[in-house]
Nanobody
Framework: QVQLVESGGGSVQAGGSLRLSCAAS?????TGWFRQAPGKEREGVAT????????NYADSVKGRFTISRDNAENTVYLQMNRVKPEDTAMYYC?????????????WGQGTQVTVSS
């Protein structure tokens, strides 16, 4: 069982930056950030492996967002730069024990990000 706690959400103007944090109670093979806007389906934003720090990003955030992790602190970060109003959503951190990084069994409560134009 891995417990996840997100923090760092808030309101920011378009073009600004925000950094989200996800503190985990234990180790997981892969951690991801997901988001869900009102009336829309949840979408994957970025994932990172614990073993080699390899990453994957959704096309919509490539070049703007950076996922990173501190294994010593069991914390994963999402640096959000040049944010856009369409980045407004509830952001969730999720952990996977699956090496394919596709089945996320553990989820945080989410942190709200609101981008104003």
């Amino acid at each position: 069982q891995v417990q996840l706690v997100e923090s760092g959400g808030g309101s920011v103007q378009a073009g600004g930056s925000l950094r989200l944090s996800c503190a985990a109670s234990g180790y997981s093979a892969c951690t991801g950030w997901f988001r869900q806007a009102p009336g829309k389906e949840r979408e994957g934003v970025a994932t990172i492996y614990s073993s080699d720090f390899s990453t994957n990003y959704a096309d919509s955030v490539k070049g703007r967002f950076t996922i990173s992790r501190d294994n010593a602190e069991n914390t994963v970060y999402l640096q959000m730069n040049r944010v856009k109003p369409e980045d407004t959503a509830m952001y969730y951190c999720a952990a996977s024990s699956d090496l394919s990084c596709r089945a996320f069994a553990y989820w945080g409560q989410g942190t709200q990000v609101t981008v104003s134009s």
